[in-house]
């Protein structure tokens, strides 16, 4: 992670750390089986990424990743034996996330990361079981000290979803309180 980072800063690439990774931030440390890294780079400029991956040693099919992001957004590799999944910015709470990247000292080295608000969104987007779960955890956890004005406009102009919406808000109130 921390050699991906680093790497993806001296090429100029800007990225944010997120899923497990960024909840084990803002929350409780859980285990993971993958990485996932957004980069703000285009689809146009996807080589660049592909060729720093392999630069690394990572594990790069790039007919594969095309395809992979075509289809999904985002495209898998395998770095250090670990799957990272690399998404480009393809959905608005991309825009809205990169300015509100958080800055976190890992050992010795400094790494960009999604902010609590925003893990707490992209788990919103993707609604699995298992986001629902870190949301409730996120809340503990966090619990007053998000920004709860940023997350309700971002849940009505970009979700713009009223089950999630109201799954959320319920979910404040029973874990909150209020």
Same mark, same amino acid.
């Given at each position: 992670?921390?050699?991906?980072?680093?790497?993806?800063?001296?090429?100029?690439?800007?990225?944010a750390?997120?899923g497990a990774?960024?909840?084990?931030?803002?929350a409780?440390?859980?285990?993971?089986?993958?990485i996932d890294?957004?980069?703000?780079?285009?689809?146009?400029? #996807?080589?660049r990424v592909? %060729?720093?991956?392999?630069?690394?040693?990572?594990? #790069?099919?790039r007919s594969a990743?095309?395809w992979?992001l075509?289809?999904w957004g985002?495209?898998?590799?395998?770095?250090?034996?670990?799957r990272v999944?690399?998404?480009?910015?393809?959905?608005?709470l991309?825009?809205?996330?990169?300015?509100?990247?958080?800055?976190?000292?890992?050992e010795?080295?400094?790494?960009?990361f999604? %902010?609590?608000?925003? #893990?707490?969104?992209?788990?919103l #987007?993707?609604?699995?079981?298992?986001?629902?779960l870190?949301?409730?955890?996120?809340l503990?956890?966090?619990? %007053?000290?998000?920004d709860?004005d940023?997350?309700?406009?971002?849940?009505?102009?970009?979700?713009?979803?009223?089950?999630?919406t109201?799954?959320?808000?319920?979910?404040?109130r029973?874990i909150l309180?209020g």
């Amino acid at each position: 992670m921390k050699r991906l980072g680093g790497a993806l800063e001296a090429a100029g690439i800007e990225y944010a750390l997120g899923g497990a990774l960024a909840f084990n931030i803002w929350a409780q440390a859980r285990g993971t089986k993958d990485i996932d890294i957004a980069t703000y780079v285009g689809v146009g400029d #996807v080589e660049r990424v592909f %060729s720093l991956l392999q630069q690394l040693g990572a594990d #790069v099919e790039r007919s594969a990743c095309r395809w992979e992001l075509k289809q999904w957004g985002h495209f898998e590799v395998t770095f250090e034996l670990v799957r990272v999944d690399v998404f480009l910015p393809d959905l608005p709470l991309y825009d809205w996330a990169y300015p509100r990247r958080r800055r976190v000292r890992i050992e010795d080295a400094e790494l960009w990361f999604w %902010s609590a608000e925003d #893990v707490l969104l992209f788990k919103l #987007v993707f609604f699995r079981d298992k986001d629902k779960l870190d949301i409730k955890v996120l809340l503990k956890v966090q619990g %007053s000290n998000l920004d709860f004005d940023y997350i309700r406009k971002a849940l009505r102009e970009i979700l713009d979803d009223e089950e999630r919406t109201k799954w959320f808000e319920d979910t404040v109130r029973e874990i909150l309180k209020g």
